[in-house]
């Protein structure tokens, strides 16, 4: 072998010598056996801030305050999320650090922090049960603040100069909510002036009580409701019903619920034409559909509406229609579109013989709060 030849030989096995050591060096220094099987990790038993926890089926962990379970969707407050819905069907493991209440599906309901063991749910340390059998859980704090939530809407348009225009209006929804059952209580109002007349001063008021019987249908034992708007000749309307609720799609994205049953209303009119009552009363049959969708993670879609049939008196049917638009701009803030219809197919003539427009249609744009 030739000097230049044992000069390459010595330089590749150096080469060699070096990359072997490196590649030692560098496996030493990056990698370290975990000291427990990642798929077997499980939240700590201890936890002085009472965190709940969810495990996905894809392994995946949520930390956060469990709000409620309702409609085959469990919703978690997140501090990084914010409150996300997750469908229950998805779920392999649950833990909570408080007391919460549960209703199954034999009608029962049962008291006690969650805990999850070999795929099963245990409530207060008691028997496993499957997870198919839970209907809905919700806080089980003796605090009543913790078992409400909602959002209050605003919005205002103001115009000067060869036109003086001025329009406040307002949403509130509030909602409360327990593993058996869930109260709504609703109220929207619009007030508008041009040139120092009022052309608007509407309010309506609504209240119901749903009760679980099944995954699929809720009974409404009440259904309240107040109206009042001037420029549709109505003074006073008080409407009260019962019925049923079926839930069409319950996901985490999609929510919408129908209802159907009769109901008694009682109208007072501003004014009446002569010979005609003032204060008519009817039996009625009440439609109504409540549709939520999460368009996307930062745009939700809201649309409810209602549909009264009364006798002719009363307007032979009404309708009312709420769609809201909402934008996320903070954790608690967001930006909404809203609009709103409404329809009286018989509307009753003043005491001059002038008849109110059937439609009356609204568009506003405001700012929403979540509580």
Do not use: C
């Not at 709103?340 to 427009?357: H, K």
Request: hydrophobic share 40%; net charge negative.
């Amino acid at each position: 072998m030739s000097s230049s030849a044992r000069v390459a030989m010595t330089v590749f096995m150096a080469g060699v010598t070096l990359t072997g050591i490196s590649s030692k060096v560098w496996a030493d220094t990056t990698y370290t056996p975990p000291s427990q099987d990642p798929r077997v990790w499980r939240p700590p038993s201890f936890d002085p801030q009472r965190w709940d926890w969810i495990q996905l089926d894809t392994g995946e962990w949520v930390k956060g305050h469990l709000k409620a379970m309702q409609e085959e969707s469990v919703e978690i407050d997140s501090d990084h999320f914010d409150v996300i819905s997750i469908d229950w069907e998805d779920v392999a493991f649950i833990r909570t650090g408080r007391t919460m209440s549960v209703l199954l599906d034999d009608g029962s309901t049962v008291l006690g922090s969650l805990d999850t063991e070999a795929g099963k749910l245990v409530i207060g340390g008691g028997e496993p049960v499957d997870f198919e059998r839970v209907l809905g859980i919700a806080s089980a704090s003796a605090r009543e603040f913790d078992l409400w939530s909602g959002d209050v809407a605003v919005g205002a348009n103001f115009r000067s100069g060869n036109v003086d225009q001025k329009e406040f209006n307002a949403t509130v929804m509030l909602k409360r909510r327990t593993a058996a059952n869930s109260t709504r209580i609703g109220y929207t109002g619009n007030y508008a002036q041009n040139d120092g007349v009022e052309n608007a001063n509407n309010h309506r008021a609504t209240l119901s009580h749903d009760y679980r019987v099944s995954r699929k249908w809720l009974f409404r034992p009440i259904q309240a409701e107040f109206n009042r708007d001037p420029f549709q000749n109505l003074d006073q309307q008080w409407l009260l019903g019962f019925g049923a609720v079926y839930s069409v799609f319950d996901t985490s994205k999609l929510d919408w619920v129908i209802s159907a049953g009769p109901g008694y209303q009682r109208t007072q009119f501003v004014e009446v034409q002569a010979g005609q009552d003032r204060t008519v009363s009817t039996p009625a049959f009440l439609v109504g559909s409540t549709y939520s969708q999460d368009l996307t993670a930062a745009v939700d879609l809201d649309v409810t509406y209602q549909l009264v049939l009364t006798n002719e008196e009363s307007g032979r049917a009404s309708h009312d229609l709420y769609a809201a638009l909402d934008v996320d701009l903070t954790k608690r803030l967001d930006f909404r579109v809203a609009t709103t219809w409404s329809r009286i197919e018989n509307p009753q003539p003043d005491a001059d013989g002038v008849t109110p427009e059937k439609d009356d249609l609204r568009l506003t744009v405001g700012l929403s709060w979540d509580i």
